[in-house]
């Protein structure tokens, strides 16, 4: 019951861009867009969140589309420690965050 | 940089038994929170703890069980009587923004697994 769809797996040559998909057609007024890494078993770890401006920060840039019922995450030069399950997640209010099964991104050499 | 850390990083149980899972969240937050990951399933939200009380909880925070700030900085989540079901990782997470600017800082988690 995820309100966010995101292809299983991608893979992306080292140096290149990743850019990682995400549906959140149901989105509502007041919820954020925010995107989570995974690497191994480690507690998720924060990348970047927007409302509808597209956002950048020292990790990523977010690009939400006008609408805002999709968004894509943009890692500019990947590096094989950003191989990890990306997780796109909604949030509006409270941190309850509902994490789907994410995207698993291999950067391969 | 600050940190959220847990203790213990494994802990294996016999089922029925109480487990005591601690955390202590980066100082300044004042907003607590566990979350679980059954081995190969999705990160699930259990728990949100402010001013000393649960503020939110999931269906799967039943009964047994119960969240607690002993003192200014730890915070435990209580298994009263585990099953096998209840194997998995535990994370705990803290913010210092209740709202929609802020980040969960995720602490590495605590691995349980009940016999």
């Known amino acids: 019951d995820a309100k966010t769809t995101q292809p299983t797996s991608m893979d992306c040559a080292e140096g290149r861009a990743a850019n990682l998909p995400c549906n959140h057609s149901?989105?509502?007024?007041?919820?954020?867009v925010y995107w989570y890494r995974q690497i191994h078993s480690q507690g998720p770890q924060y990348i970047i969140h927007g409302l509808k401006n597209n956002e950048t920060n020292e990790m990523a840039s977010l690009i939400i589309t006008e609408d805002r019922k999709s968004s894509t995450l943009i890692l500019p030069h990947a590096t094989l420690r950003d191989t990890a399950v990306y997780y796109c997640?909604?949030?509006?209010?409270?941190?309850?965050?509902?994490f789907g099964g994410g995207t698993r991104l291999m950067v391969k050499p | 940089e600050p940190e959220v850390t847990q203790t213990p990083s494994h802990q294996v149980t016999q089922m029925g038994q109480e487990v005591i899972l601690r955390c202590v969240p980066i100082s300044n937050h004042l907003y607590f929170y566990w979350y679980r990951q059954i081995l190969g399933q999705k990160v699930e939200f259990l728990v949100s703890f402010y001013n000393n009380e649960i503020s939110e909880k999931s269906e799967i925070f039943d009964d047994q069980f119960s969240v607690e700030r002993p003192d200014g900085s730890n915070f435990t989540l209580k298994i009263r009587s585990t099953k096998l079901e209840d194997s998995a990782m535990y994370f705990c997470?803290?913010?210092?923004?209740?709202?929609?600017?802020?980040?969960?800082?995720f602490g590495e988690g605590s691995r349980l697994t009940v016999l």
């Open positions: 997470a803290s913010s210092d923004e209740w709202a929609n600017t802020g980040e969960l800082f």
């Open positions: 997640t909604l949030n509006n209010a409270g941190n309850m965050l509902t």
């Open positions: 149901t989105i509502s007024g007041n919820e954020y």
